[in-house]
């Protein structure tokens, strides 16, 4: 009897394990729209691999996170990113970093998210007020923090977040990412700023604007950082 129990526990662990890992890659990319023809098919979930006999250590090399971004914009900060398109050994990795630089007085990464990846951030000169909204089921949440040289934040993936330099002098942060491609979705240029716009109508309830107010937001010239 103790054999059958046995061999019972052995079959639920096997199984229990055979679900956990036969499920979906997690997306790399925004879509990846199935074809039948495979003669036009170009892109994969990720990008295709080198053969590993042609790999050399500039595959896994990159320069030029010592210099500072451009914050001569409008929101005063500039993303630079070390993700899959430039650097290619990160395919299949899991991994990205960012540089971020910040203008004095009010630079600002704007309100995003990450749809595949959380981010860690360590802030390396300045002072920066950062935060993210947790999901309409925890009610929308808002977690903030100031932080200063040597401090570290995380962002869960998914969740809208923004840093601001707070100081009078320029901040940089670096931050990991949980993805080769975490992608990233500024909301202020997402709903105002599509292409094509989106239905005024759609807007005008959803933020409880008045609809004049909504076309000058849509007017208007919007960036990603």
């Avoid at 390396?124 to 923090?145: I, P």
């Amino acid at each position: 009897m103790k054999g059958v129990h046995f061999f019972g526990a052995f079959l639920f662990l096997a199984l229990a394990t055979s679900f956990a890992s036969a499920y979906d890659p997690s997306p790399l990319q925004d879509f990846c729209v199935a074809i039948n023809d495979t003669k036009n098919g170009v892109f994969v979930n990720g990008k295709f691999c080198k053969d590993p006999k042609l790999v050399i250590a500039d595959d896994f090399f990159l320069s030029g996170f010592d210099k500072p971004g451009n914050t001569s914009n409008a929101v005063g900060s500039k993303v630079t990113p070390a993700f899959v398109d430039q650097l290619l050994g990160l395919n299949t990795l899991g991994v990205s970093l960012v540089r971020i630089d910040f203008a004095p007085y009010g630079g600002l990464n704007p309100p995003h998210t990450h749809p595949r990846g959380t981010e860690i951030l360590v802030v390396l000169e300045g002072t920066l007020y950062v935060g993210f909204v947790s999901s309409n089921q925890d009610g929308n949440r808002l977690f903030t923090k100031v932080l200063n040289k040597g401090d570290i934040f995380v962002f869960p993936i998914g969740m809208i977040h923004f840093q601001l330099n707070i100081g009078e002098t320029p901040a940089v942060a670096f931050a990991g990412l949980s993805s080769q491609n975490p992608g990233t979705i500024t909301i202020a240029t997402s709903v105002f700023g599509s292409k094509p716009p989106i239905n005024p109508d759609v807007l005008t309830k959803a933020f409880m604007l008045d609809k004049d107010v909504v076309k000058y937001l849509q007017s208007r010239f919007w960036t990603n950082n």
